[in-house]
Nanobody, 122 residues
């Protein structure tokens, strides 16, 4: 059973960088994703990566964020560059254990991490 734990959140100045990590167990074949939720807003998809390492990004993070995975370490990463105040949110990792396409609905079990706070402020 997959259990997800995020690491790497914190306070960073505008223009800075952070790298989030998400570790789990038994998710080498899962579709993995990062979501975020800002205060007063709905949770939104940030980026997703399939078991073949294909990726998809939300328009608001393209060319700034990079999602990657290391199945040997059961770890997913989100490298975030050129951060701005609008990136302030709690970031969650997500695993979908059965899916067809990268952006198709998940039809298997899903798991969420507990979230890690990212605050961009001077």
């Amino acid at each position: 059973q997959a259990q997800l734990v995020e690491f790497g959140g914190g306070l960073v100045e505008p223009g800075g960088s952070l790298r989030l990590s998400c570790t789990g167990s038994d998710f080498s074949s899962a579709r993995l994703a990062w979501f975020r939720q800002a205060p007063g807003k709905e949770r939104e998809l940030v980026a997703v990566i399939g078991d073949s390492a294909a990726t998809h990004y939300a328009d608001f993070v393209k060319a700034r964020f990079t999602i990657s995975r290391d199945n040997a370490k059961n770890t997913m990463y989100l490298q975030m560059n050129r951060l701005n105040s609008e990136d302030t949110a709690v970031y969650y990792c997500h695993a979908c254990m059965a899916y067809t396409y990268l952006q198709s609905p998940c039809y298997g079990k899903t798991y969420w991490g507990q979230g890690t706070q990212v605050t961009v402020s001077s």
